[in-house]
């Protein structure tokens, strides 16, 4: 069956995954386009040789007959209010993240799909699609390294653009680490502080880099994440869980071992882009069969919420100098794994 996919939103992002989608990937075929600037996306419409059609109105999008599915990759303010019209029309959606700009935002969407009581929402936390976190997951869960104690991270990127500050490292780069350790170590975070130190001398405004984000989760787990993002050497993304008997790391991008003119090397990536290529891929490709086969086993609704508010949580600590205690609303029986009569699947 051939998933008909309708995309909210065509700019960087949802232009890559419109050709994804269409050309690469099997089981889907891009038929409905829609993004603020109409004649951009007429142009991207034809010039990609997609040839959708592309509506004026997000909702027609959605309510169009022929859509199946929805993609939601518009701005960030705009996901709430997309996302629960495709629950609204009880159709499929995957969201970008995140969610929703609020942790209020995500929870009303939860409980949207509660009360819809079918899994439609599936979050863009692509990392859990990684191979080398999957591989790092694996070990953790396999019991190799014991209970696991700490985690020590780095998101490190090269430069951010000029519109980047004020607390965008925490809601737009940490978030993808907030998700994807949640996931990992199969734990909830309780608290949340953030240490700044000297600021770099390429973070321009008010943009205060680095900084460093401290969690603590249900069962004790520290984690330490460094975000660096104008550290100029590259997109650097560093996990290493410690465990009572030893150290599991985050896989670095395979390479080639270089030995020339006196050094011996490998390259580090400048772009989150080639870094994490290949799992956008599995996790659209992933995202189809499971929506033909009418279930989620992405990162959720609850998930994403989850993201926000711990997120949410993170601003204050950053701006209050304090811990912040992170208070999350209770997990609908819905989103537990194995729960009889769930629709989340494991
Ligand atoms: P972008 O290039 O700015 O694209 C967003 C597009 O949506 C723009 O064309 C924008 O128009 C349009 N738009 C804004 N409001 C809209 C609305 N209400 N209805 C329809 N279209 C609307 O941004 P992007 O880089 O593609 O990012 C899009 C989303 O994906 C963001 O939430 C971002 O955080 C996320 N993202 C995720 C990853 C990941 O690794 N998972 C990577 C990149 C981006 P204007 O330009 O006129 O505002």
Not at 154 to 163: L, Q
Request: proline content about 3%.
């Amino acid at each position: 069956m051939t998933l008909r996919i309708g995309i909210i939103g065509c700019g960087a992002i949802g232009q890559d995954h419109a050709r994804r989608l269409h050309f690469k990937l099997s089981g889907a075929r891009v038929v409905a386009l829609n993004d603020i600037n109409l004649e951009a996306t007429q142009v991207f419409s034809l010039a990609s040789g997609i040839n959708a059609r592309v509506y004026a109105k997000y909702q027609d999008v959605i309510l169009a007959e022929d859509v199946d599915a929805l993609l939601v990759t518009s701005w960030g303010l705009a996901h709430e209010e997309q996302v629960l019209a495709c629950i609204a029309a009880g159709k499929p959606v995957f969201c970008e993240k995140p969610l929703a700009t609020t942790a209020a935002g995500g929870l009303r969407i939860v409980e949207a799909e509660v009360k819809h009581g079918k899994s439609l929402v599936q979050v863009g936390f692509m990392r859990r699609f990684d191979a080398g976190y999957r591989a790092l997951k694996q070990t953790i869960d396999a019991g190799t390294i014991g209970n696991v104690l700490m985690a020590h991270c780095a998101h490190r990127n090269p430069a951010v653009p000029a519109n980047y500050g004020g607390d965008m490292a925490i809601t737009d780069s940490h978030v993808h680490e907030l998700d994807v350790l949640r996931w990992l170590l199969n734990d909830d975070y309780v608290t949340a502080q953030v240490v700044q130190g000297r600021k770099c001398r390429n973070a321009q405004g008010d943009l205060h880099d680095p900084i460093m984000v401290l969690l603590e989760t249900s069962q004790g787990i520290r984690i330490d994440t460094e975000i660096f993002v104008t550290c100029r050497f590259g997109y650097d993304i560093q996990c290493h869980v410690v465990g009572e008997t030893g150290v599991a790391s985050l896989p670095e991008p395979a390479s080639v071992a270089l030995r020339s003119e006196g050094r011996q090397s490998t390259e580090i990536l400048m772009d989150w882009k080639p870094r994490f290529i290949d799992s956008y891929d599995v996790e659209l490709q992933e995202w189809l069969r499971d929506t033909q086969a009418g279930r989620v086993t992405g990162p959720t609704a609850w998930d994403g919420y989850f993201a926000s508010a711990t997120a949410e949580a993170c601003v204050e600590a950053r701006h209050s100098k304090q811990i912040v205690p992170i208070r999350i609303a209770e997990r609908p029986a819905f989103y537990e794994r194995g729960t009889p009569g769930s629709k989340y699947q494991v």
